[in-house]
């Protein structure tokens, strides 16, 4: 059987930061039966890093090395670096995009913004929970707070944008 490695591209702020430490860890995480007293142990798998923007924008990208375990007893979660540490992001709720570059037939470089999901902040501030419906192929989700606090995004909606433009949504 041959495996076939995740293409990489330069989609994200994430892989010009790979080579530092990153800001948070990526878990897969997986939940165990109930025991006596109703509380679920769960496992954690590292499966990549969380960076946070360099230029003082609110967000992170999150690079993943593996495809998590999604499901019922399963979920995809951001810690902060350590024990005890928090994001210095303080937004409840960031929206999930897949990012792609790409070149128009006219040789302009673009950017098209696909909403996979949202990530919700722990009650502590360590952790961020992802709901996303869709796992990008390269493996790269962006986290930005939505741009209408009360507008409700809806999952698979894309816009392109220039190379060099924010998240339009």
Do not use: C
């Not at 025991?35 to 954690?44: E, I, L, P, V």
């Not at 722990?122 to 707070?145: E, H, Q």
């Amino acid at each position: 059987m041959t495996t076939i490695a995740p293409q990489t591209t330069s989609t994200t702020a994430a892989l010009s930061a790979a080579a530092n430490k990153p800001h948070g860890v990526a878990v897969s995480r997986r939940y165990g039966e109930a025991d006596a007293a109703g509380h679920r142990k769960s496992a954690n798998t590292n499966i990549g890093g969380a960076w946070s923007f360099k230029d003082g924008k609110v967000g992170m990208n999150v690079r993943l090395s593996a495809i998590p375990m999604l499901g019922v007893d399963s979920s995809l979660m951001i810690f902060a670096g350590g024990k005890g540490e928090t994001f210095t992001i303080t937004e409840p709720r960031l929206v999930a995009f897949q990012v792609v570059e790409f070149t128009t037939r006219d040789s302009e470089k673009k950017k098209r913004w696909t909403i996979i999901g949202s990530a919700f902040r722990s009650k502590n501030g360590g952790a961020y929970r992802l709901a996303v419906d869709a796992i990008p192929t390269d493996l790269n989700i962006v986290l930005l707070p939505p741009k209408d606090k009360n507008a409700t995004e809806v999952v698979g909606t894309s816009v392109d944008t220039p190379v060099d433009a924010v998240a339009p949504f």
